[in-house]
């Protein structure tokens, strides 16, 4: 691990420029790899400084013929992008995108990239409308997580939701806990439950307490340390809805999809 | 090809080429290898072989980055040629002024020339035979009889000067 240092600046300077020594530049890609935003940053900065140092060299017109044969030979080309050479030199390779993680990255990507195509009209040059389609999705994707979220939060949050703890029953083990909060507008339920690591060869099992019935509201799969979030719709009716149970149940579920079959460990009414 | 690319591309082509096309020129001094070389530059960049990173620099960027190399390529192996020929010219004159820039063209070129008169003639001139000469610091400190770690420091005070001189947002 490199860690960043006032002499990596230096680098990205030269590196900008296109002027760095071999060494140096691995020595700056190492560190790169490792990523840096303030090196990112930097080189993001003394590359904007290098354009102008490149608009400093005199002004001159290229004759009207290159503008037509350059078009030209862009339409024979159709586009192709087999057998293409790669960039050689010791000026900037730009570096394939690494991977990322996050939604900061995604939303700043998207930015980036949407700010260049429309400065651009770069509706051909087929590596940036990939990126951008690629951007495009991670934002969609994105969008589509927040909302979700959204959506649930908004069920823990409803003004008018019910709240319950369910309590052990007699059969329970002191160590299950469960809340859960139901949303009488969107019929919509979280439930959170703390170590409910079923013993081997039998599932927990959550049931809605509807009137004088019960119906089954599906396995409750923990992950490793035993908990388990469950967001449910369609929980139950607000008319009839008392609460829940949590059943133990052999593997699989009770073998009557209508009630539980094993003993009930864990329960809660709204308002009890 | 679509049409809407083409177009497209016409539109890059007459964005970038006043950046790009003077950059080879000062690099090759010669006007047709320097069209030859902006021509491969935007084949390369039209068939998606060079690589694009927003968050390293801007599309200017990145197309100087790809011309720049090509120049510098074309002038190495004309320069090693002229070298086998024995007939070494002197290094040509500096082309002059191009009459027909347009006034916004011109405007900014001289706001960019004072921006480089911005710095010391130090940090100017290391980094201009970088740039255009293409020398790796170590080259330019031998060129310029200085120590290397005097180099790196003039080429990164002569960027961020430039950058204060000229921000980006400031570009027409």
């Not at chain 1, 030269?14 to 790169?32: F, T, V, W």
């Not at chain 1, 539980?260 to 329960?267: F, K």
């Not at chain 2, 890059?12 to 790009?20: E, G, I, K, M, S």
Request: with cysteine; aromatic share 6%.
């Amino acid at each position: 691990m490199s860690e960043h240092r006032d002499e990596h600046l230096d680098l990205c300077a030269g590196y900008a420029l296109g002027s760095l020594d071999a060494a140096d530049r691995q020595r700056l890609e190492a560190h790169l790899a490792e990523g840096c935003p303030e090196c990112e940053r930097a080189l993001a900065d003394f590359s904007g400084a290098t354009v102008v140092l490149a608009a400093s060299a005199p002004q001159a017109q290229p004759s009207p013929a290159l503008r037509a044969r350059v078009l030209a030979a862009v339409h024979g080309e159709g586009g192709a992008r087999e057998g293409a050479a790669p960039v050689r030199g010791r000026v900037i390779e730009m570096r394939p995108r690494r991977q990322t993680v996050g939604f900061a990255w995604v939303w700043a990507a998207a930015a980036a990239a949407l700010t260049i195509a429309t400065a651009v009209s770069w509706n051909a040059a087929s590596r940036l409308r990939e990126e951008l389609a690629s951007t495009r999705g991670k934002l969609v994707q994105a969008q589509r997580e927040l909302d979700e979220e959204r959506r649930w939060a908004a069920v823990l949050n409803a003004p008018d939701a019910r709240v319950t703890e369910l309590s052990m029953t007699p059969a329970g083990v002191a160590a299950l806990r469960a809340r859960a909060t139901y949303d009488p507008r969107t019929r919509s339920a979280v439930l959170s439950f703390e170590n409910v690591t079923a013993p081997s060869g039998k599932d927990y099992q959550l049931w809605a307490l509807q009137g004088a019935g019960v119906a089954s509201l599906g396995l409750i799969k923990a992950d490793a340390s035993g908990r388990a979030v469950l967001r449910l719709e369609n929980v139950g009716d607000p008319q009839t809805l008392a609460g829940f149970a949590v059943s133990l149940e052999p593997a699989g579920g009770s073998p009557n999809p209508a009630a539980p079959t094993g003993p009930v460990v864990m329960a809660g009414k709204f308002g009890a | 090809m679509q049409a809407g690319d083409e177009k497209a591309l016409a539109e890059l082509y007459d964005r970038y080429t006043p950046l790009v096309y003077p950059v080879a020129l000062r690099i090759l001094r010669s006007p047709a290898d320097a069209e030859d070389v902006v021509q491969q530059a935007w084949l390369q960049v039209w068939k998606g072989a060079a690589g694009y990173d927003s968050r390293r620099g801007t599309v200017a960027a990145w197309l100087l980055t790809v011309a720049r190399t090509r120049a510098l390529d074309r002038y190495r192996s004309v320069a090693s040629r002229r070298r086998a020929e024995e007939k070494v010219d002197p290094e040509p004159a500096t082309p002059p002024e191009d009459p027909t820039a347009s006034a916004t063209q011109r405007q900014m070129s001289d706001r960019v020339r004072r921006a480089m008169q911005g710095l010391t003639p130090q940090q100017r001139q290391a980094l201009e035979i970088a740039y255009f000469e293409g020398l790796s610091q170590s080259e330019v400190a031998a060129r310029m009889q200085a120590p290397l770690g005097t180099v790196k420091s003039w080429t990164r005070q002569g960027l961020t000067r430039l950058r204060e001189l000229l921000p980006e947002e400031e570009w027409v």
